[in-house]
C-alpha cells in the first residue's frame, strides 16, 4: 500500500536543481569557471523536463483510472446478488 502518490516531474525538477546548486557552488568555489548564461538553459531545460514528465504521468493515470472504472461499472451491482433479505 502506497502511503502517498509518487510524482516524477517533482522529482526530476528537484534532480536539476540540485546539478545547478552544484554547477554554482562548483563556480563559486573556483573549480569550475562557467558564464552565468551557461546556467539559464539548464535552468529552463530542466522545467521543460519536469514538466514533460509530470504529462506523461498524468496521462498514464488518467488512461489506467478510466480502464479501472470502466470493469468495476461492468460488476454486478451488490443488491442483485442474492445475499440481501428480501422484504
Do not use: C
Not at 521543460?48 to 496521462?59: E, F, I, P, S
Amino acid at each position: 500500500m502506497l502511503l502517498h502518490e509518487i510524482r516524477p516531474g517533482r522529482a526530476v525538477a528537484g534532480l536539476v536543481m540540485l546539478a545547478l546548486a552544484a554547477g554554482y557552488a562548483a563556480d563559486a568555489a573556483g573549480a569550475w569557471d562557467a558564464p552565468w548564461v551557461f546556467f539559464f538553459p539548464l535552468f529552463f531545460g530542466g522545467l521543460w523536463l519536469a514538466t514533460t514528465v509530470t504529462w506523461v504521468n498524468y496521462v498514464i493515470r488518467r488512461r489506467r483510472d478510466a480502464r479501472r472504472a470502466s470493469t468495476e461499472k461492468a460488476a454486478a451491482p451488490a443488491s442483485s446478488s442474492g445475499s440481501q433479505a428480501m422484504r
